[in-house]
């Protein structure tokens, strides 16, 4: 890993940890299918030592029990059982963070935000983005070549702007925002901005296309 990245990661460390010792803290991934949020929470936040809600890993899990069930299916189960999992975590006061594509078109993501913080949580969104859709279409068949999850490319072209729209509403609504790009494997996981309180405290260019209709940049 480049000296860039690890420069990039180590920046909304500091304010996590700081939070972490004096009330929950929720570490809210999102990002784009394929944008690189699970290898960014194994190689930075595993060692916070906090619980990883995340609905691909726990689909893996289903799978070795329930072999003969459809793919759909063991989807809507992790699904299901992710959610049920952070409201969870949220109603008990516990820190946690999670993993979302934040795609959902109702606005359910962002009311999970507001939520806990209304709770007392410290919410921390760190955002990966990629150039586009097409980029995360390639992305994700080169998990899949590697045995991971597959989705259907009208999936992730459908997504993706529902995606950019729920960041663009979320920043308002949690304490801090960091967005990075791993559009390059050169520069990966590159601080664009940052964000607290839903003000931009600081840009970094070359500002990358999924950023224009962020206010502020």
Not at 20 to 45: C, H, M, R, S, W
Not at 107 to 133: N, Q, Y
Request: proline share 6%; net charge neutral; glycine share 6%.
């Amino acid at each position: 890993m480049s000296d860039t990245a690890k420069v990039s990661a180590a920046d909304p460390l500091a304010s996590v940890r700081a939070a972490l010792a004096v009330q929950p803290v929720l570490i809210f991934l999102a990002g784009p299918n394929g944008a690189g949020k699970t290898t960014f929470f194994d190689e930075y936040l595993q060692g916070l030592g906090l619980p990883y809600v995340n609905a691909d890993r726990i689909a893996r899990a289903l799978r070795d029990v329930h072999s003969t069930a459809s793919s759909d299916e063991i989807d809507r189960r992790a699904f299901t059982q992710a959610e049920d999992l952070r409201a969870a975590f949220v109603e008990a006061g516990l820190s946690f963070c999670t993993e979302s594509v934040f795609s959902d078109p109702v606005g359910a993501k962002l009311r999970f935000l507001e939520d806990a913080r209304t709770r007392g949580f410290a919410v921390f969104m760190i955002f990966i983005g990629l150039d586009s859709p097409a980029l995360a279409v390639a992305r994700v068949k080169q998990r899949a070549e590697r045995g991971g999850h597959d989705i259907p490319d009208e999936k992730l072209h459908a997504r993706f702007p529902r995606t950019l729209a729920n960041l663009r509403a979320a920043i308002p609504i949690v304490d801090e925002a960091f967005l990075l790009d791993n559009s390059s494997y050169d520069r990966p996981y590159r601080v664009v901005a940052l964000f607290q309180k839903g003000q931009m405290v600081s840009r970094h260019p070359p500002l990358p296309p999924w950023t224009r209709g962020v206010i502020g940049l």
